[in-house]
């Protein structure tokens, strides 16, 4: 239906395009939503650089577009394409905006889903590892990840013994 709908000239807003990431996500199709990604970013089709064009001018990806991609490449463990498609929305700021926190190794996972949790934190060690081969000198010596309040914490909060967030260091 999708690609009849572009065949008759009609574009494809976000909604579509969502519905579509959805659909394979729960098909398990990772080929057809690495390639779908590519064009609604307006990177790469293997349809035509017309589609490419629509693609772009008319729809763009948002955290529900990027959930379901990355849910769809981890369960097939395609991690490569994952940390191109995350590297991508960082780049178009749908993530891991530029860091207001305290620190610069503090990032605050809280409220993304699994699947973006554990693909910012991919990209997050990698760009660790790069800074930390390039400068010896340089030296993080603690990094956390806010993940938010876990069940066992909100249980004490709830009776009165603890408040605040659980970070995560290592």
Not at 3 to 31: H, Q
Not at 43 to 68: E, N, Y
Not at 69 to 83: F, G, K, V, Y
Not at 134 to 150: K, L, N, S, W
């Amino acid at each position: 239906l999708f690609n009849s709908m572009k065949d008759e000239g009609l574009s494809a807003d976000r909604v579509a395009y969502n519905a579509l990431f959805s659909a394979l996500r729960v098909a398990g199709d990772p080929d057809k939503t690495f390639q779908l990604w590519g064009e609604i970013c307006g990177t790469r089709s293997t349809v035509s650089t017309t589609a490419i064009a629509t693609a772009k001018d008319i729809a763009s990806p948002d955290i529900i577009t990027l959930t379901d991609c990355l849910a769809t490449l981890s369960r097939a463990e395609r991690l490569a394409e994952l940390d191109q498609v995350f590297r991508e929305a960082v780049t178009l700021g749908i993530v891991l905006p530029k860091n207001g926190l305290d620190l610069q190794w503090e990032i605050d996972l809280s409220g993304m889903s699994l699947p973006v949790a554990r693909a910012a934190v991919r990209f997050i060690l990698h760009q660790f590892t790069v800074k930390t081969e390039t400068r010896d000198r340089e030296r993080i010596h603690d990094m956390t990840f806010i993940t938010g309040v876990g069940r066992a914490q909100q249980r004490r909060k709830e009776d009165g013994a603890i408040t605040g967030t659980t970070a995560i260091n290592g």
